[in-house]
């Protein structure tokens, strides 16, 4: 049964806030919530901000990327660019990203490329990490020395489509999702697609291009362990109604290290009781307890996509626009970046962070992105997110307008910390014609460096992988 309050007790269970302007332009955002949920114990210790974040974002001279005063970017790779490792261009579309710790002080990134069928530059076919030579996604990996120089750029996977999202293991390889559901001879694809890939971004070969069929074939977005259980929580942003299930995956062998995936494991979904759609639900602090997990009859989809299978008459529950999801101390938190009632959701919202706790088997929801803002930002919702070293959420954008990357202190305040400045060129422009209003690039992967030193994010389109240093703790 559901229950109203934070089971913290250390905030309302209800609060909003406001976004003042930030910079030249004036940012809304209702955000409300029991913030102190969306918080490990370390993140909760460490020293947080005050209540306007890193102060007005600066105009970047270079149009690129506006930053707070005191802050740095370094632009690491863009597509077009030569990799380093001579196997052809940086390919389009950087999406989810993560970070691991190399010896002597180096970083290896491991980027996403949500290459569809037409992608403008394809993730290059590489012998022995290619899954489907018609695929054009896939990801790369950077290596940075310790003084963050890119030492080495290379594929690490290929062949693969619509690597969107998909998140870190605790033995440090990448989980990279796609986010399809085509099959063999469906955009001239030669196999299956919609599966979890592991990468090694240390040593790609290690992984290969193996696809974890186990953990399910659907719209895969991100996904997140549970570092005691070694559970995988996985998201599923399904375009069409029936909308996207929340999954786990029990592993055979679970926290067995690189390649354990590989041996197989149950496929479960989320049932909610009495909750058929979770955008029916609006106040935060509601939490229900007795979560369910139904075995998924058909992980693979061999026939019919998950969320159209047969859960028995007490069905399943559904979400719109499941996207970003990590693991903060004993609990997985997951984002609905919106809902809208016109395209057959039960409720409308800009976005919601909700926290489920295995041990209670409890569901929270901790978070509602407004719209009663002072200036709306068309389709403005939230998508990537990650914890911040030194206490804070950090959300990327995903709309209209300037894109940005917001930061979120404990104490509830929201603020810009990045504004991206390239702004797409449109096909009528670029042929000649009268120029459009601008569009820019949304922000994705967000994560930061093993030593909380240095935020990397990158830009869509035109991609761009950034890192930021600063005063991250002052």
């Not at 209540?51 to 632009?75: T, W």
């Not at 014609?433 to 569009?439: C, D, Q």
Request: charge should be negative; include cysteine; glycine fraction near 14%.
């Amino acid at each position: 049964m559901p229950e109203a309050g934070s089971d913290t007790g250390l905030l309302p269970s209800t609060r909003r806030q406001l976004l003042a302007c930030s910079g030249a332009l004036g940012i809304g955002i209702t955000f409300s919530g029991a913030l102190s949920e969306l918080f490990t114990p370390a993140a909760a210790a460490a020293q947080h901000l005050g209540h306007h974040g890193y102060g007005p974002l600066v105009p970047d001279p270079d149009g690129l990327l506006d930053l707070p005063k005191g802050f740095r970017y370094r632009v690491l790779s863009r597509e077009g660019d030569p990799l380093r490792s001579g196997e052809g261009p940086v390919p389009s579309h950087p999406d989810g990203m993560a970070a691991f710790a190399g010896g002597q002080g180096r970083v290896h990134l491991v980027r996403n490329h949500e290459n569809r069928a037409d992608g403008r530059i394809p993730v290059p076919v590489v012998k022995g990490l290619t899954y489907d030579p018609e695929g054009k996604g896939g990801c790369t990996s950077l290596t940075l020395d310790s003084r963050g120089q890119v030492r080495s750029e290379r594929v690490a996977i290929a062949g693969t489509a619509v690597n969107c999202a998909g998140g870190p293991t605790p033995w440090d390889t990448w989980l990279t999702c796609e986010e399809t559901e085509d099959k063999a001879g469906t955009n001239g694809y030669t196999k299956d697609h919609g599966f979890i890939f592991e990468v090694d971004g240390a040593d790609p070969r290690r992984t290969g291009a193996v696809p974890l069929t186990a953990m399910g074939r659907f719209q895969h977005e991100a996904v997140a362990v549970d570092p005691k259980r070694g559970v995988v929580y996985e998201t599923e942003d399904a375009f069409e109604r029936p909308f996207g299930l929340f999954y786990r995956f029990l592993p055979d062998k679970p926290l067995g290290g690189t390649g354990s995936l590989r041996a197989g494991g149950r496929l479960q979904a989320m049932r909610v009781p009495g909750v058929p759609d979770l955008s029916s639900v609006q106040e935060t602090g509601i939490r229900f307890d007795g979560v369910e997990w139904v075995d998924v009859p058909d992980p693979p989809a061999a026939e019919t996509p998950i969320r159209l299978q047969d859960f028995g008459t007490r069905g399943i529950t559904h979400a719109q626009k499941l996207e970003g999801c990590y693991w903060g101390g004993r609990s997985v938190y997951f984002v609905s970046s919106f809902a809208r009632s016109a395209e057959g959701s039960a409720g409308d919202h800009y976005g919601q962070i909700w926290r489920y706790d295995p041990d209670r088997r409890r569901l929270t929801l901790v978070i509602v992105f407004g719209p009663d803002t002072d200036v709306q930002l068309p389709g403005e919702s939230p998508d990537n997110i990650c914890l911040a070293p030194g206490g804070g959420l950090m959300v990327c954008e995903d709309g209209g307008g300037a894109q940005h990357v917001y930061g979120v202190t404990r104490h509830g305040e929201v603020y810009a910390l990045a504004r991206n400045r390239q702004a797409i060129t449109s096909a009528a422009t670029a042929a000649g014609g009268t120029p459009e209003e601008p569009e820019w690039g949304e922000f994705a992967g967000v994560t930061f460096s093993p030593d909380g030193r240095t935020m990397y994010a990158n830009c869509y389109s035109p991609g761009t992988t950034f890192a930021v240093t600063g005063p991250w703790r002052q």
